[in-house]
């Protein structure tokens, strides 16, 4: 694990100087504290910081092959890196390391651009091909590591952290507006956009090609949904019992200490279950709680642990964390809305203080249908023919009925009137078109900009899967897997996720519906394998988000901040803002009006973005 950054100039331009790179690696010596390196020659220069993983003395990187032509800087785990050193092997390759990185090089040089395909793992790669001057940039199917680039004409400059580009001469600081109104409605920038017009986001399953100064972006996968597996209900489960088992063992590979995180919920149990049946010792295992009971599951973190007699640890989140919110400003690259950052970041600090990796659960409620959002949506579905009566039904009792349960009844009449993707987009952003109109002080015509590119990758046919595809071509890598990146990396600890494993999502997505969806509960097929291990009362709980109380902090330890942040003249000139409708946002939410902590944390996180990544500060 580590971070990678580098330059290629255009034909007949000149490429930055190593200091350069040495402070582009700098910026991001919080992924990698154990190592790093700088290759460069008259066009290309890559570096890296590593945090030693497997291999811990022979994995320096840029690693090149023997004739030096290769160079590669590689951030992430191949975890099939042992089957294929010794296909390669077979095949006259001689190795000088024992490192992944190496499988990779080697890979390379007898594959072309089609090893990438043989990879299984999580990574970002840069191979810079001295002879033929290319530049190959790479990241895993589902995005777990990140990659940014920024091309200028001039020269192509990557790395794994936006703020590693803030470091290159000339580089543009120009906010996209487009990509302030998708962060506004999701919470996140959906890939390929960032924050900054001039940068990109590889996206995931592709790998792009640089030479002679031209871009070529290409998808080496794409997964399938709609081809549905015809075998019964117990072969399902003896296969996906044998698919969970060796994404976990594939993924325990390691030569340092490694735990787990434990939320409580049914994915990071399953995780831990089966690490404590591949394990020679306890698994360590570390979770995160909340004085509020309504957002606290450390019992049921603590039933898993004593069930599978793990090394626990906990912690209790305070609302003086909120002390953490500029550190993760900084971590987060850009404005990042999801407020469940903060307990991430504290349970990666916590695993820090015992361990270097950690497996998650990240990755299961797409894969197998859990999120609460699907059921809800599949309902309403369900009215097909009805739901024009129904919407009006709901309209005009949200109007006679007061407070909360009137509003709720008026939203689901919105719903159930629109068309897809509004139908299921409407349902899980951040903010109404309403509100963000109002805080951009414009009105726009498509309140779902940004996911162009996620709704291109959604099937025809099965409503489930076209609602999955979304969240896994957006929300999944855009806000899950870059809050666990990110997090993780603050704290220099590597995360995995064995529910992503290429292969088992490829088998879920293809169940029947019915396997994944049954009787109003998601996951069925999962819940069933899970048996197996758990105890019963952590099948039959219902699902829990990793959320924290914000409407309870913004009228008390978050109140000045908000405060400051609204009211503040730089706030008010910057005007990405409507600083008024903001205050009256404020203002609502402190007389108990309403609830509005979503769309103050929005607001302040954005601010505070913009005041360390805009106004000049440009180091952690």
């Keep these: 694990m580590c971070g990678i950054v580098g330059i290629v100039a255009a034909p007949g331009q000149p490429l930055a100087q190593e200091s350069v790179g040495r402070a582009m690696n700098a910026a991001i010596v919080h992924r990698g504290p154990d190592d790093e390196g700088i290759y460069r020659d008259d066009q290309a220069m890559i570096g890296m910081r590593r945090l030693s993983i497997i291999d811990l003395a022979g994995g320096h990187q840029p690693l090149h092959g023997a004739d030096g032509r290769v160079q590669v800087v590689f951030n992430g785990e191949i975890y099939n890196y042992r089957e294929l050193r010794t296909e390669l092997e077979q095949r006259g390759c001689r190795f000088a390391t024992q490192s992944d990185t190496e499988v990779i090089v080697h890979g390379y040089l007898e594959f072309g651009e089609r090893c990438f395909e043989r990879l299984h793992g999580m990574f970002a790669i840069a191979i810079w091909d001295a002879r033929s001057r290319t530049l190959l940039l790479a990241r895993d199917r589902f995005g777990e590591k990140p990659l940014f680039y920024d091309d200028d004409g001039r020269r192509l400059a990557f790395a794994s952290e936006l703020k590693s580009l803030l470091q290159v001469p000339g580089f543009r600081r ?346 109003g509960r998601g996951k069925y097929l999962l819940r069933k394998v899970a048996a197996r291990w758990l105890p019963p009362a952590q099948l039959s709980k219902p699902k829990q988000g990793f959320a924290i109380p914000l409407a309870d902090w913004f009228r008390g330890d978050l109140r000045d901040l908000a405060a400051d942040v609204i009211g503040s003249r730089a706030f008010r000139e910057r005007g990405l803002l409507d600083a008024r409708v903001a205050g009256d946002y404020l203002a609502a939410h402190l007389a108990g009006a309403a609830d509005h902590g979503e769309i103050l944390w929005s607001i302040v996180s954005l601010e505070s973005w913009a005041r360390r990544f805009l106004d000049g500060a440009t180091a952690g």
């Design 174 to 519: 120009e906010i996209d507006a487009d990509a302030v109104q998708a962060y506004l409605c999701f919470g996140y920038v959906p890939a390929p956009a960032s924050i900054f017009s001039g940068v990109r986001k590889l996206p995931p399953a592709h790998y792009l090609r640089y030479v002679d100064g031209r871009c070529e972006l290409h998808r080496y996968w794409t997964l399938q949904f709609g081809q549905r597996r015809d075998l019964s209900e117990a072969d399902a489960e003896s296969e996906l019992e044998v698919r969970l088992e060796q994404a976990v063992s594939s993924r325990l590979v390691a030569d340092v200490p490694f735990g787990a995180f434990l939320s409580g919920g049914l994915d990071s149990s399953v995780v831990v279950a089966l690490m404590a049946r591949q394990m020679n010792r306890p698994v360590s295992t570390f979770s995160i709680g909340f004085r509020e009971d309504a957002f606290n599951e450390l019992s049921d973190a603590r039933r898993v642990a004593q069930h599978f007699g793990t090394d626990h640890h906990e912690f209790i989140v305070e609302p003086d964390a909120v002390d953490l919110f500029e550190k993760l400003v900084w971590h987060l690259d850009e404005p990042f809305a999801d407020s469940s950052a903060i307990p991430t970041y504290l349970v990666a600090q916590l695993a820090r203080r015992s361990v270097k990796m950690v497996l998650t659960g990240d990755g299961g409620d797409e894969a197998f249908g859990g999120y609460d959002r699907y059921l809800r949506y599949l309902r309403l579905r369900r009215l097909g023919a009805a739901r024009p009566l129904a919407a009006l039904a709901a309209r005009v009792g949200g109007h006679l009925l007061p407070g909360s349960h009137g509003y709720r009844l008026r939203r689901i009449g919105e719903r159930l009137a629109q068309r897809f993707p509004e139908d299921y987009l409407s349902g899980v952003a951040l903010t109404r078109a309403d509100t963000a109109a109002a805080l951009l002080g414009r009105a726009e015509p498509n309140h779902y900009r940004g996911l162009e590119q996620a709704l291109r990758e959604v099937p025809e046919g099965d409503p489930l899967d076209r609602i999955v595809a979304i969240d896994l071509h957006s929300y999944l890598p855009d806000d899950i897997l870059v809050k666990l990146d990110r997090t993780a990396m603050a704290n220099s600890l590597e995360g995995r996720a064995p529910l992503l494993d290429h292969r088992l999502v490829e088998f879920a997505v293809r169940l029947p519906h019915e396997m994944r969806v049954r009787d």
